[in-house]
């Protein structure tokens, strides 16, 4: 029953920034960890970001730290990731995902996932 729908994505310059939604439905911002995931062709999936259910405590990537912010609006049943300072290395597809993981930015401990959407960065 719950369903996530990705919008915001896009082509940008390096060193350009992008805003990810991504709007929750079926079910509780509290109830749920919040995560945005990437991946690029010949690439597996790896964690971006991800924010916890209840207290709103975040972690990220190494390799976006400082640049991306993940948060979420409980009213609006949306979470978001600003990303500032994109590099062509953060060119891929993104996705942002629903669960109760156990270990930190694991796409493994997420259950319901959005479509995707692009994110390209030229340089």
């Known amino acids: 029953q719950v369903q996530l729908t990705e919008s915001g994505g896009g082509s940008v310059q390096d060193g350009g920034s992008l805003t990810l939604s991504c709007v929750v439905s079926?079910?509780?911002?509290?109830?749920?960890?919040l995560g945005w995931f990437r991946q690029a062709p010949g690439k597996e999936r790896e964690g971006v970001a991800e924010?916890?259910?209840?207290?709103?405590?975040?972690n990220y990537a190494d390799s976006v730290r400082g640049r991306f912010t993940i948060s979420k609006d409980h009213v609006k049943k949306t979470v978001y990731l600003q990303m500032n300072s994109l590099k062509p290395e953060d060119t891929a597809m993104y996705y942002c995902?629903?669960?109760?993981?156990?270990?930190?930015?694991?796409?493994?401990?997420?259950?319901?996932w959005g479509q995707g959407t692009q994110v390209t960065v030229s340089s």
């Open positions: 995902a629903a669960g109760r993981p156990t270990t930190p930015l694991a796409p493994s401990g997420y259950d319901y």
């Open positions: 079926g079910g509780s911002l509290t109830s749920f960890f």
């Open positions: 924010i916890t259910a209840r207290w709103g405590d975040t």
